[in-house]
């Protein structure tokens, strides 16, 4: 039995046979050869024709990176326990390799087991500590457990790591909001808006960071910017909300009629920014 999970290979999971009609005449001899006919077959969805090849390859060539293909697409076909077993032996190949802990990781986070999903995350934190990418998805995990300081502390560094991507700023603040550290979750929103001016969506999660720190000026206009750019009745509806604060109870109506009427989906966002805006979370 594999660590982290209690059950074994089932039969019932394995992937159907594919048509062979698409494979190429002239049999590969490498393992890159197997790779690129693997690669083909995975981009047509012929599961079993490219885990064929992908094992082929990795008996051609045993190392770190054909055994983490051949894990990829095991986990792809949601075969887990098959998939941990080719990441293992891609570490015993290469203990230094960052990859097959990563995908280590995905495959015990996509089944909730967390503990050993921020093992290896951490592992290939680790080993490659300048992936941003690394560093949100352990940060992703630290905050599933609600260990948001330790999310935070992650998402800090994959910023450092990658300082002109609104992506991370913007994952930041969000988390940094939550934590209810509001200053820090504006200074971060405002610096994913400078990166991505042209999202819509970061300028209103920026109206409801300057909403709950008392700013109304400065959210209506976020909320005015983020209408401009793609009108949505939700941002109208914010937008009333702020003049409400402001006591301009004129401008609010005018803002609420623009909305009209919201539907189910809308009402729930709008809800949820009343809701953080109050001090709760998003």
Known sequence: MLRGFPFGKRQGNQPEPDSPQDELQREPETADGNKRLADQHLEKGRL????????????????????????????????????????????KRDKNSPEPHFSLAEIYARY?????????????????????????????????????????????????????????????????????????????????????PGDDYYLARLGMLYARAGCYEDAAEAYREAARLNFKSTYACLLGDTYIWRDDEERAEAAYEDAGDLDPYDMEFVERARKFIHGGTW
């Open 48 to 91: 079993h024709n490219a885990i064929t090849r992908y094992k082929k390859a990795a008996r051609l060539n045993d190392d770190s990176s054909h055994r983490t293909d051949l894990g990829d697409v095991y986990a792809f076909a949601e075969l887990p326990v098959n998939a941990v077993s080719q990441y293992r032996k891609a570490l």
């Open 112 to 196: 909730g087991k967390w503990a050993v999903a921020i093992e290896e995350y951490t592992a290939a934190v680790e080993l490659s500590p300048g992936n941003a990418f690394y560093r949100y998805k352990l940060s992703c995990a630290y905050k599933t457990i609600g260990q948001l300081d330790a999310a935070i502390e992650q998402l800090e560094r994959a910023v450092e790591a990658r300082p002109a991507d609104a992506f991370y700023h913007f994952e930041l603040a969000s988390l940094c909001g939550n934590a209810g550290r509001i200053e820090e979750a504006i200074q971060e929103m405002e610096q994913a808006v400078s990166f991505s």
